[in-house]
């Protein structure tokens, strides 16, 4: 079924989305603020809008993928402002859960439907279309959203109702953001300790400490040919945004009053990661911190 999308923010994530959408036969109008954006998009074919306005008019289906909470709710208020109402809108941002129920809320004073859907995957999984995406919201409007979360998601899952898509994805990222500082302390530990790099991966993908951060995205370089590490800790997942995720999960919990000390460490060791300019490096090289490589105070 072809769909009118307007495409909110079209950077590293969202051009390649907005790209993947008109390839799978829908009608997309993109908008970004930066003109060089534009510019770029309209140079690969893609049709522009200048104003909101215009993506209101075009619509079916309005999508966003800006940078934080307050960007959505800035584009949420201008959409509103434009008249947009009783159409949906798919929320593709990180933001955080309580910022999800806001929009949430805001959209339902104005008659939007809408729906949070953060990705995982990064960049490169939006240009292959093969991103994973959590979906929050009512069921029918999860149904009616399908045809334009598809033409980008390889996996598409309902979490549940407002807010649940982000929940899934902080809950999930903080736990890969701990777990990748675990597998660092483990090899820091084990080299101190005279035991060949080689050695403990061997032992340990075949064992309990089999893991994603151990056998895909290994943090110590040369042992899994395709992970960041092992090319200069380029390309990934950002160390800067895996810090947005850790922050965004430390206040949710610290909303709900759920205890998450080991969150809370692992957010801690990202800050001062990126503190030290490495923010746009893969989060593997939190193992450069752990190991020494870097200094690190603990504030504790
Ligand atoms: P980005 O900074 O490359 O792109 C954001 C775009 O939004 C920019 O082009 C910016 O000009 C535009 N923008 C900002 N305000 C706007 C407005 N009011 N109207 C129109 N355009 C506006 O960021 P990104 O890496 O594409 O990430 C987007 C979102 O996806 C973030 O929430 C991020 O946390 C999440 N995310 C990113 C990755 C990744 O690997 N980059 C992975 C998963 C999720």
């Known amino acids: 079924m072809k769909v009118r999308v307007g495409f909110i923010g079209l950077g ?6 907005a790209v993947n959408m008109a390839e799978a036969g829908h009608d997309v109008l ?22 909101v306005a215009e993506i209101v008019a075009h619509s079916d289906v309005v999508v966003t ?23 949906l809108l798919v929320d593709f941002s990180t933001i955080g859960v309580e910022a999800a129920r806001d929009v949430h809320e805001l959209c339902a004073r104005h008659g939007i439907r809408v729906l949070d859907a953060p990705v995982t995957g990064g960049v ?14 009512s069921h029918d409007d999860f149904q009616a959203a399908k045809p334009v979360l598809e033409a980008v998601g390889a996996s598409i899952t309902y979490a549940g109702g407002p807010g649940c898509g982000q929940a899934v994805k902080v809950c999930n990222n903080m736990a890969a953001g701990i777990i990748k500082i675990a597998v660092c302390e483990a090899f820091a530990l084990a080299e101190r300790l ?18 994603f951060a151990l056998t895909t995205t290994c ?3 040369g042992l899994v040919p395709t992970a960041p590490s092992s090319h200069g800790y380029k390309g990934g997942f950002a160390t800067r945004l895996m810090l947005k995720d850790m922050k965004l999960a430390q206040s949710a919990a610290a909303a ?3 205890p998450v000390a080991l969150g809370s460490a692992a957010t801690s060791l990202y800050e001062h990661c990126t503190q030290a300019g490495l923010g746009d490096l893969d ?4 193992f450069k911190v752990v190991n020494g490589d870097f200094s690190y105070q603990s504030n504790k």
């Open 65 to 87: 993928m800006l940078p934080a909470g307050d960007h959505v709710k800035a584009c949420v208020a201008e959409l509103i402002g434009a008249g947009y109402s009783s159409k």
């Open 256 to 258: 709900y009053g759920v």
């Open 194 to 211: 005279g035991v060949d790099k080689k050695v403990l991966f061997d032992v340990a993908s075949h064992g309990s400490a089999n893991c």
């Open 283 to 286: 989060n593997s090289i939190i």
């Open 30 to 51: 993109g908008m970004d603020i930066d003109e060089a954006v534009m510019q770029r998009f309209m140079e690969t074919g893609g049709k522009a809008a200048l104003s």
């Open 12 to 17: 590293a994530m969202g051009f390649p989305m």
């Open 124 to 137: 490169m999984g939006a240009e292959k279309g093969s991103l994973t995406v959590m979906v929050g919201g």
């Open 219 to 221: 943090p110590v370089p």
